[in-house]
């Protein structure tokens, strides 16, 4: 599988942005997909995943209330919300793929796109 990430800017704190991560390859609706960050000097932290079959979501505490995972099967592409924004989310944005949630959730993942770069300004 290939994932292609995209959809990052720079936006003023308040703002919203929408990230993509299109796949290629084997059946993309056979893996959860996840969306983890890392910002400046720190390492890479996980933000949300989601199921295969987008019926289960999980969200790290700084996600909860302001980001949204969703997916779309038929698109291969997994998407992330992101609303109310702080200039502490600013980070690289990677989508990651994986065999089941929890395992996406540890980072225990069997794929990784590019990143794609979030920069809030305050």
């Known amino acids: 599988v290939q994932l292609q990430a995209s959809g990052g800017g720079l936006v003023q704190a308040g703002g919203s942005l929408r990230l993509s991560c299109t796949a290629s390859?084997?059946?993309?609706?056979?893996?959860?997909m996840g969306w983890f960050r890392q910002a400046p000097g720190k390492e890479r932290e996980f933000v949300a995943a989601?199921?295969?079959?987008?019926?289960?979501?999980y969200y790290a505490d700084s996600a909860k209330g302001r980001f949204t995972i969703s997916r779309d099967n038929a698109k291969n592409t997994v998407y992330l919300q992101m609303n109310s924004l702080k200039p502490e989310d600013t980070a690289v944005y990677f989508c990651?793929?994986?065999?089941?949630?929890?395992?996406?959730?540890?980072?225990?993942?069997?794929?990784w796109g590019q990143g794609t770069l979030v920069t809030v300004s305050s």
């Open positions: 390859g084997p059946p993309f609706s056979a893996y959860a």
């Open positions: 990651a793929a994986g065999s089941d949630i929890i395992r996406v959730h540890l980072g225990r993942t069997d794929y």
């Open positions: 989601i199921t295969w079959s987008g019926s289960g979501t």
